[in-house]
T-cell receptor, first 115, second 113 residues
Framework: DTAVSQTPKYLVTQMGNDKSIKCEQN?????MYWYKQDSKKFLKIMFS???????INETVPNRFSPKSPDKAHLNLHINSLELGDSAVYFC??????????????FGPGTRLTVL | AQSVTQLGSHVSVSEGALVLLRCNYS??????LFWYVQYPNQGLQLLLK??????LVKGINGFEAEFKKSETSFHLTKPSAHMSDAAEYFC???????????FGAGTRLTVKP
């Protein structure tokens, strides 16, 4: 009965490869997010989607492309991976329309290591 | 844009002692403030949040925080630390006129027996 799940949990890959991280939530939420947590634990939002529509797109390289096939899924595809992409990526969903008072529910994270 | 500063990247307390984790924010409009906790190898979980109304907010696991506008602070406290409180704690701020939540750098809480 996991609320927000991500796969894979760990991902080790070579520079230049293309990889995807999947996220699914079974909470019935309309809004989903992707965050990047760097080695210093700093958490920064990358994207948010509400009802499959993009509502936040922070300054992120266009190598990163989110895909939302339905409200329950928000996948993150990364092209031409670079060393600096190594981080923990968190998916989240929220119980509102992506507004500033929403409570966000986070997945367990995907630790990406680029060699 | 709004921002958050968490004073002290690492706080260590003894079991049973008071927990105080500091958070100061910067915002041009009335803020919404949050505390999240991250246990090892897990995602973040909401402890409590302040949106409007009472400035003293009670959360889960015995934590509470007080919004002090004059001090631009939202410090997190717990009267008596438990070993299970050891985790990373993140303060976050958002504003009514944008959907972007900004997180602080986190404070790692260690609880000594």
């Amino acid at each position: 009965d996991t609320a927000v799940s991500q796969t894979p949990k760990y991902l080790v890959t070579q520079m230049g490869n293309d990889k995807s991280i999947k996220c699914e939530q079974n909470l019935g939420h309309d809004t989903m997010y992707w965050y990047k947590q760097d080695s210093k634990k700093f958490l920064k939002i990358m994207f948010s989607y509400n009802n499959k529509e993009l509502i936040i797109n922070e300054t992120v390289p266009n190598r990163f492309s989110p895909k939302s096939p339905d409200k329950a899924h928000l996948n993150l595809h990364i092209n031409s991976l670079e060393l600096g992409d190594s981080a923990v990526y968190f998916c989240a969903s929220s119980d509102g329309a992506g507004g500033p008072t929403d409570t966000q529910y986070f997945g367990p994270g995907t630790r990406l290591t680029v060699l | 844009a709004q921002s958050v500063t968490q004073l002290g990247s690492h706080v260590s307390v003894s079991e049973g002692a008071l927990v105080l984790l500091r958070c100061n924010y910067s915002s041009s409009v009335p803020p919404y403030l949050f505390w999240y906790v991250q246990y090892p190898n897990q995602g973040l979980q909401l402890l409590l949040k302040y949106t409007t109304g009472a400035t003293l907010v009670k959360g889960i696991n015995g934590f509470e925080a007080e919004f002090k506008k004059s001090e631009t602070s939202f410090h997190l406290t717990k009267p008596s630390a438990h070993m299970s409180d050891a985790a990373e704690y993140f303060c976050a701020v958002s504003e009514y006129n944008n959907n972007d939540m900004r997180f602080g750098a986190g404070t790692r809480l260690t609880v000594k027996p």
